[in-house]
C-alpha cells in the first residue's frame, strides 16, 4: 500500500479554524509518539530514501508499539511512499533484533499528536496535528492508504480535503521531522 500523504504547517491565524473543522468531522484522540528511526552504519537506508522505525504510542487507553518500513518515494511532489507496518508485543525486543541485525538507532525523538479518523471523498483518511517539541510550529498531515494506481486520484482527494480544513496549497511541505530535529540539534 501507498501512504498518499500532504503535510502543512497550520499558521496561527488558522490554527482555531482548522481545529474546530477537524472537531466538526471527528473525535480527536490525544497520544504521543516515541519515534526511533534506524540505518545501517554506511547510512543505506537514507540513502536509498527508505525509513525504519520503531514507534511507541502513548494514548488515553493503550500503550502500543509498531515496527514500520517505508519504501522509495514513488511520488517527488509529495513524498508519498509505500508504507509497511506491524504492531509488536514487545518494544524492547524489537529494538535489541533491530541492532542484533546491524542496525543503528540513528535518531530519535517525540511527536505530540491529535488523531482524527473520518471518511471524506468516499476514503477513510487519519489527520494529525503534530506538535515536536523541538521544532516551532503546528503542522497537520493527511494520509489515506492506496494502491499505487490510485495515487494520483487519492491525493487530489487528500489536498481537497486540506483545502476544506483552511490550508492553503501555500502551507504545504515536504521537510522531514528527522531532518528539522537534526538541524535543530546541530552545534
Known sequence: MIEAELKARVHASASETVLRRLDERAVG???VYQDTYYDTPD???EARDEELRIRTVHGQDETRTVLTYKGARVD???GSKPEHETRV???EAVHAMLRGLGYLPVIAFEKRCRNYDFEAR???MLATLVRVPEIDGVFIELETLVDEDELAAALTDVRAVLGDLGIDADDLT???YTDAVRARRAP
Open 43 to 45: 547510512g543505506a537506508l
Open 174 to 176: 515536504r521537510e522531514l
Open 29 to 31: 484522540r490525544a497520544e
Open 76 to 78: 517527488e511532489e509529495t
Open 122 to 124: 468516499g476514503r477513510r
Open 89 to 91: 508485543e514487545d518494544a
